[in-house]
Nanobody, 121 residues
């Protein structure tokens, strides 16, 4: 069973920084796509950043220049470095992956449980 576990959320003041982590566990053959989404209070879930095989990272306009999506292939982990945070960044942040697993055609879509980021003074 493939699981994603996020960590690193918390309360931060405007202008501050946080780094979210997402650990992938389970048996996978390959990672086709990984992304960070967020869901602000009372709003729909939205894409923050996405990386697909062979394609550069894409960011939502609202986070360009402030957020950086990176990964550690050896540890099956990805990170979201968030700088210069503002109250509009307050949301539950979710890690998402499309992975190929043994004995399954196509890819498997997996979501993490989410981690809350609150930006407030």
């Amino acid at each position: 069973q493939v699981q994603l576990v996020e960590s690193g959320g918390g309360l931060v003041q405007p202008g501050g920084s946080l780094r979210l982590s997402c650990a992938i566990s389970g048996t996978i053959l390959s990672i086709e796509e990984m992304a960070w989404y967020r869901q602000p209070p009372g709003k729909e879930r939205e894409l923050v950043a996405i990386i697909a095989r062979g394609v550069p990272v894409k960011y939502a306009d609202s986070v360009k220049g402030r957020f950086t999506f990176s990964g550690n292939d050896a540890k099956n982990m990805v990170f979201l470095q968030m700088n210069n945070l503002n109250p509009e960044d307050t949301a539950v942040y979710y890690c998402h992956a499309d992975v190929r697993v043994p004995d399954m055609a196509g890819s498997l879509e997996v979501w993490g449980q989410g981690t809350l980021v609150t930006v407030s003074s």
